[in-house]
DNA sequence: CCGACTGGTAAGCTATTACTTACCGTTCGT
DNA sequence: ACGAACGGTAAGTAATAGCTTACCAGTCGG
């Protein structure tokens, strides 16, 4: 039940991070492989990383000398459900009421 | 089918854009309204809902003198089926084989 | 009409953030 | 044990994005 989908959005509001979300798609990378296929240095995508992992959208192992990140699939779960719980319940109700007039005077 | 996924994303990845959205599920409200509750200024407040207006999140109609701002429900559907489709076909793979190797040597 | 309200836009400042290069520690193969 | 490759971090820069104040246009009521 933490409060993770604050930071999860501002991590998917980057082109970069959601290009590197991309690549994990099709499974597990190392970063250096991961760099050699975006537009951005490897630093670059390392600190990306680190974003992801602080918000829980990728997990990371060491294999050897290299480290292997993937996508978290829990926290995809989570953030899908925040949007099942958090929005559809107004935008249920919306349907209904399309002509809905705005609240009252609150002030 | 339109591609707005990334805007809309982006859009999302700002606080107090999400905070407006916090605002309009309890419906439509207009600009000035909107403004008191949040801790920013009503030109901010206006520059938001133009991003979050291009991003098709949210819809305006002018009444009278003042525009209400309203969530755009097909818009979060949208996106909640953009989180089904993309995300959830690579999630699914690797709750299965999640011990599974990392793709062989491509570029 | 005219004054008061609405809200969008322009211009400018500030702060954040994404990026780079340079550096360092770790791990493996020989 | 040494050299090479891996990747994380520091420091600095440049671009972006969010905010403010000031201004303007449209709408309604007197």
Redesign the pocket.
Known sequence: MTTYQSRQL?AL??P?RRAIIAQLRGGPL????L?RRL?????????????LKQARLVT?R?R????LYALNPEAFDSLRAYFDEYWSLALAAFKEKVEALPPEENR
């Open positions: 501002d509001g980057d970069t190392p970063v250096g492989r760099a537009p951005v240095s490897r630093p670059a995508v390392s600190q990306h990383l680190r974003v990371d060491s050897g000398t290299e480290r």
